[in-house]
């Protein structure tokens, strides 16, 4: 009995030294959770994972070596106005003013998409801007010589206010590095499901078309030896570029993002749908930026003909387009009046019947012009010769439509054509004009993009005064033919010129061939070499306007953010 109490009361005893042991565990693990609570709240949980500190505004992004500051441009002479001429006017490639090209055999190869290292490939006229009540028209009022054939502009020296370092909204989206001063977009998997969250859930008053340019450092989608419709011309790698900076550039609007392009979505948005690029040689460095971008998951089927060409992707039945319009108005060269044969004759009221009458088969057309109203021509107006480009013999007669005049003009034909047209319910996107940035003369005179590596700074902008001019005479069209519309369809400005002021880094420049021997440098004299600052280097600022399409498109067929 003694024993069985001593037992119970040893028993007794040690229960509470065990509670005790216990409650002291209890509380040396709160406070234990409580200090890495703090902790952890101070170093966020991405940063163990994936070595990224998302507390801080992406500062440590990695730039490339050569990442200073944009260099001073060429300043502006003592007039404050620059002659600025853009080069030849490309023909689309072999595709001639009549739309025709040989049928082209695409061989296929095992898709990659990966981006792989950029190689080498192996394989005017006088300018007219007659006074005008508008003050803009009067502002570049001036006659420029140029070789017959080629387009013009006038650039005037005006700083624009829209800068590169206006601040982001939100700051998680892009960061500053601390060292360059200049905003940059994190890795895509830090940031794309923010991206693609934000866009279309409480942003209905975004703006695509203004914000800045930054710096991402994930590079293109595609690289040039990746790509096998890519133009020669365009193939700023494989023709000896040796920068690449400009084609990490991402543009990024105020109050929203821009996604990147996603080229399996893309095509699940076009599901047996077809999309047309019309228009003249930039629209097709866009669809050839299109192409690229898109042949990284999927190689289509070539069914193009002399008409068109035509790209298909099976997976999703989607026809990617392209046909060749210089005007997109009705051409002639016929004679007619006082107008001899073989001079080019614009019929400004009416369409271009070529592609007109393939329309309905359209779902999205995407159209390009403007460059080619430089061109040598005679513009008819209610069947009657109103005026000309490069050419008027009878100065008895007034010449009462001018190239800019008569670029409005064929914008409103053209639209009012698509908006009425009774079988066409489809999207139509105006790619606004696009800018060129011959800087101190022109092509032929000491015009120059050379050396330009980096987005310009807003002070260092030279504003074009033809581009300015042609783009009102756009947006008024555009706006004119909105007011006519009576079909299903819909019509969309996509306005890239301001943006695209600031990408004189994004032309090829002297790099437009393979030729080994070709000149790059300024000679002795100071002047520059032959250059291309039309058109743009694939990759590049380019695929910027698919990505706008892309989401142009999106909002359209899943809602969202409504059109800019």
């Known amino acids: 009995m003694k024993q069985s109490f001593n037992e119970g009361h040893s028993s007794m005893s040690a229960y509470p030294k065990s509670l005790v042991s216990i409650i002291a565990s209890l509380v040396g693990l709160a406070v234990f959770l409580v200090l890495g609570s703090l902790f952890m709240v101070s170093q966020p949980i991405g940063s163990y994972f994936y070595g990224v500190d998302r507390s801080e505004s992406f500062g440590s992004v990695s730039m490339p070596a050569d990442a200073d500051l944009v260099k001073d441009l060429i300043k502006l002479n003592s007039t404050g106005v620059h002659e600025n001429l853009v080069p030849p006017v490309d023909d689309g490639g072999s595709i001639s003013e009549a739309g025709s090209k040989p049928d082209v055999d695409v061989v296929e190869k095992p898709n990659s998409a990966s981006k792989g290292t950029n190689e080498k490939l192996v394989s005017q006229p006088e300018v007219t801007v007659t006074a005008s009540d508008n003050p803009a028209v009067s502002k570049t009022e001036e006659m420029v010589n140029q070789p017959p054939g080629e387009p013009g502009s006038l650039h005037e020296g005006k700083v624009n206010n829209f800068s590169l370092s206006t601040n982001v909204t939100n700051s998680v989206e892009t960061g500053k590095d601390p060292t360059l001063g200049m905003e940059v977009l994190p890795s895509v998997s830090s940031v794309e499901g923010n991206i693609s969250n934000k866009v279309g859930s409480g942003y209905t008053d975004c703006d695509l078309y203004h914000g800045q340019w930054v710096y991402d450092q994930n590079g293109p989608l595609y690289s040039n030896n990746s790509c096998p419709v890519l133009t020669q011309m365009q193939n700023c790698q494989g023709n000896g570029r040796p920068d690449k900076e400009y084609e990490n550039w991402r543009w990024k609007p105020e109050r929203c993002n821009l996604p990147r392009f996603d080229p399996k979505k893309f095509l699940e948005l076009m599901r047996g749908k077809t999309l047309a690029f019309i228009g003249d040689s930039v629209a097709r460095n866009q669809m050839e930026s299109m192409l690229c971008i898109l042949w990284q998951v999927e190689v289509p089927k070539n069914r193009g003909n002399k008409k068109m060409q035509k790209y298909h992707f099976q997976s999703t039945n989607t026809m990617i387009v392209r046909m060749w319009s210089s005007w997109l108005v009705h051409r002639t060269s016929e004679p007619f009046d006082f107008a001899p044969g073989g001079l080019d004759k614009l019929h400004l009221d009416a369409p271009d019947e070529f592609f007109m009458e393939f329309v309905p088969q359209f779902d999205v057309i995407v159209l390009s012009s403007g460059h080619w109203f430089a061109k040598r021509s005679a513009y008819i107006l209610n069947n009657e010769i109103l005026g000309g480009q490069l050419w008027w013999p009878d100065q008895s007669r007034p010449n009462k439509i001018n190239n800019v005049e008569a670029f409005g003009i064929s914008v409103e034909t053209i639209l009012t054509s698509l908006g009425t047209h009774p079988n066409y319910t489809g999207l139509t996107i105006v790619r606004s004009f696009s800018p060129d940035h ?20 807003a002070s260092e902008i030279v504003e074009n005064g033809f581009t300015n001019i042609m783009h009102e005479k756009q947006v008024n069209g555009f706006n004119r033919a909105l007011e006519k519309k009576t079909n299903k369809s ?75």
């Open 490 to 564: 819909k019509l969309r400005l996509m306005d890239i010129t301001e943006a695209f002021s600031y990408r004189h880094d994004g032309h090829p420049g002297p790099y437009r061939s393979l030729d080994p021997n070709k000149i790059t440098k300024r000679g002795k004299d100071g002047r520059p070499p032959p250059q291309d600052c039309l058109h743009w280097c694939m990759p590049g600022p380019v695929d910027t306007w698919n990505e706008l399409v892309m989401e142009i498109i999106r909002r359209e067929y899943e809602g969202g953010a409504g059109p800019s």
């Open 438 to 457: 011959y800087e101190g003369g022109a092509w032929n005179t000491g015009g120059s993009c050379t050396g330009k590596v980096k987005p310009a700074l």
